[in-house]
């Protein structure tokens, strides 16, 4: 039973990819995320979606501030703008500030290969169409072995493992969504692992979870 069982969490995942992916967002105005550690709100992560008939623009502002007696110690807030056109991603730019460090992604077609170009603060180079760019609004994440940074644009290898249902309450409504584990790897050693809570009828990650410094986690606010 349980091989039927991971045999139609894979189906169900797939068969949403028959569009182009961002294609499933056409009709959204705004995800957004509260952002808390240690169980304490410290931000949010906005999407703006632009429907511009072919064009898919999505606006992203991310901003969190961590203090310890009073003083900074974790302070971010980022920009980025991205582009899709017939469902393919044409362009990227975000600009980063954390702490004092600022970092950029610039990512658009190659013109001589229609690969994409990356020009960023920790990477220069040449990759796949097909690879994206990890943010939380994009449902593919789940479905993908690699991803760009939207902070510094290197490219980070991933597994994808489905761990268990799970029923999640938003503003008085339950929804049953799909829990995953996405462990990341950076110089082929672990990095990160993010579990995730993801809602298939809506295309939508209601949650995120990771350790890094203390305890993080993204919480859907509201989506339209």
């Known amino acids: 039973m349980k091989v039927i069982f991971y045999f139609f ?63 900074d110690i974790i302070k971010l807030y980022g920009k980025s703008s991205e582009i899709h ?40 180079g040449i990759v796949d169409p097909e690879i994206i760019v990890g943010n939380w609004w994009n449902h593919q994440i789940l479905l993908s072995d ?11 290898n991933q597994d994808v493992d489905f761990i268990k249902k799970s029923k999640i309450s938003l503003n008085g409504k339950d929804y049953m969504t799909e829990v995953f584990k996405i462990t990341t790897y950076k110089s ?7 579990l995730v809570w993801y809602e298939k009828r809506k295309n939508i990650i209601f949650k995120v979870k990771y350790n890094k410094y203390g305890e993080w986690e993204y919480r859907l606010k509201k989506f339209n």
């Open 9 to 71: 969490i894979i189906f169900f995942l797939f068969t949403s990819t028959l569009l182009p992916h961002s294609d499933h967002y056409k009709n959204f105005n705004q995800i957004e995320f509260e952002i808390y550690r240690n169980s304490k709100l410290v931000g949010y992560n906005k999407y703006n979606f632009y429907n511009k008939g072919k064009i898919l623009e999505i606006k992203n502002i991310i901003a969190f501030n961590v203090k310890l007696l009073g003083k």
């Open 85 to 124: 056109t017939d469902g393919k991603l044409i362009s990227f730019t975000s600009e980063t500030k954390q702490n004092n460090k600022i970092k950029y992604v610039k990512i658009s077609v190659d013109e001589n290969s229609d690969k994409l170009k990356i020009n960023s603060s920790s990477n220069n």
């Open 146 to 156: 690699k991803f760009i940074s939207p902070v510094t644009g290197s490219i980070r």
């Open 188 to 194: 082929n050693k672990k990095n990160l692992v993010f």
